[in-house]
């Protein structure tokens, strides 16, 4: 377990990211045939079972990676072949498990795939590969069940370390749990664009029955985050853990529109794997748990690898930029972020705030890390005056002239191209409902969809003030004013293809120029 840990920590992870950063594709497949000729001097290490489940993983996230959208702004063809390149080195894996290092060069190297809604089953397959390298060393002593509690450890983590983060949110412990009022993230997300196909009246209502579980919920999260500290005294402990956590991000998704599929099929994958497991009894009893507390503990603190700091207060003030087009016909759509895929983590979240100069009070949702500022935002109770003194005392400015050109010149790009007619998925359309699902769930708002449908004449940003009034249960539009509009040329019939000038996404910083 040691060994496999920190094979882990200080080879295969910083190797994943020298040779993700720079694209090293070619370097990985030298690596990876490297490893297979040291192989046939090495017994084959059996993972057991856990090899459907690591199979199971990469087809999710190859799923992800390949049927993501492209980006328009740079050459098609290149990215055609990465998406290629990864579905024959994710068959290579099946046969081959130091396949996972091109793998891993492709999907976060080439294919926006290092994104935090996919970082757990990424690291579980990096621990898959950090099992193999060492179990090729001390073969038979490296067993499956030492795989299982690497494996368990990595999932649980990303549960552990948000239980930490809540309980140092006030003075004791159990203040977040005792304090915080879950459901304004309900009416936070709804602000945002989540089920917005709900009438204002009909959320309302759920929001007031709602508010009487948030300790009950509270108590119960924290519970099932903290469930991996204890997980390994029994083989059904750790079932029910996974399980837990699984439906756990299902309410989540249903509260906030925030989906973590790829956990909840991670974990479920997982939690089935391990049904009729009792080859793997060795990595449960005190022993076990033991080690695993010890990892839990240092990934916790960082030392082996970053979940993240999931702990905030939700509050019930929203502050957002929005997109909307006009298209050839006159019509105003709203553009939402999965239109922006592959960027539609970055266009559901808090880009855009650098085009504006109004102070920034709270992050993703109108989540704050001050208890404090939360209660202040509360009593505003959506007065303009009070909530523009809050904004002067403790906001940021976040405007950047430069981050502003370089996301006009993007968008510009972008709406140039596609109205050119440039391929935006990789799918038929006949398959378009096969593409994988996002991750920010914001598809909705004022305005209705943009779907591609025709061509877009005028790009309009707008920046929005909504806050929620728990008292009566109104959801108030406080600000929207237009921060920038961006005119395109619409094609004409004589038109070749569009001229080819840098552009830069703020989402991932790229350029094109010939």
Not at 346 to 359: I, M, Q
Not at 436 to 441: D, E, H, S, T
């Amino acid at each position: 377990m040691a060994a496999v840990v920190a094979c882990y920590r200080f080879a295969v992870s910083p190797a994943v990211r020298a040779i993700a950063r720079r694209r090293r594709v070619l370097l990985a497949v030298v690596i990876a045939l490297a490893l297979a000729v040291l192989a046939a001097f090495r017994p084959a290490p059996e993972p057991g079972p856990l090899r459907w489940f690591v199979i199971t993983v990469i087809v999710l996230l190859t799923w992800q990676g390949a049927t993501s959208d492209y980006d328009v702004t740079e050459p098609i063809g290149p990215q055609r072949g990465d998406k290629r390149l990864l579905l024959v080195f994710a068959a290579a894996t099946c046969l081959w498990p130091a396949a996972l290092l091109p793998w891993m060069a492709v999907y976060c190297g080439k294919l926006h795939g290092w994104k935090h809604h996919a970082m757990m089953p990424t690291r579980l397959l990096k621990a898959y590969l950090a099992w193999f390298l060492v179990a090729m060393l001390f073969g038979a002593a490296c067993s499956a069940a030492a795989l299982l509690l690497v494996l368990g450890c990595v999932s649980l983590s990303h549960y552990v370390k948000p239980a930490w983060s809540k309980a140092r949110l006030g003075p004791y412990p159990w203040s977040w749990a005792w304090h915080n009022r879950t459901h304004y993230l309900m009416a936070a997300a709804y602000s945002w664009g989540w089920a917005r196909f709900l009438r204002a009246e009909t959320a309302s209502r759920v929001l007031r029955r709602a508010r009487v579980f948030d300790r009950p919920l509270n108590f119960l999260t924290m519970a099932i985050e903290t469930a991996g500290l204890v997980a390994f005294l029994d083989r059904r402990l750790l079932i029910a853990a996974l399980l837990a956590t699984a439906l756990f991000n299902v309410v989540v998704a249903l509260a906030s529109g925030i989906l973590f599929w790829e956990n909840i099929g991670t974990n479920i994958a997982l939690a089935v794997t391990l049904l009729p497991g009792a080859e793997y009894d060795a990595a449960f009893g005190w022993p076990a748990a033991l080690i695993a507390l010890a990892v839990l503990l240092l990934s916790t603190a960082d030392l082996l690898w970053q979940p993240w700091h999931l702990g905030w207060w939700d509050s019930p003030f929203t502050a957002r930029v929005h997109w909307q087009v006009e298209t050839a016909s006159g019509a105003r759509l709203g553009l939402y972020n999965d239109f922006m895929c592959p960027y539609e983590r970055e266009y559901g979240r808090v880009l855009g705030y650098f085009l504006t100069d109004e102070p920034v009070l709270h992050g993703h949702l109108g989540i704050v890390w001050d208890r404090e500022l939360r209660d202040l935002l509360v009593r505003a109770d959506g007065d303009r005056d009070q909530l523009r003194a809050l904004k002067q005392t403790y906001g940021h400015v976040q405007a950047d002239k430069q981050q502003a050109r370089e996301h006009i010149a993007f968008l510009t790009r972008m709406f140039t191209q596609l109205n050119a007619g440039a391929p935006k998925s990789p799918l038929p359309r006949s398959l378009r409902r096969l593409k994988a699902p996002g991750g920010q769930l914001y598809r909705w708002g004022d305005l209705p969809p943009y779907r591609g449908e025709e061509p877009v004449r005028r790009i309009t940003i707008r920046y929005e003030e909504r806050c929620y009034r728990p008292a009566t249960g109104d959801f108030l539009l406080l600000t929207n004013r237009t921060v920038q509009e961006i005119d395109l040329l619409l094609p004409s019939a004589d038109q070749g293809s569009t001229s080819c000038a840098k552009s830069s996404s703020t989402a991932a910083r790229t350029s094109e120029s010939c």
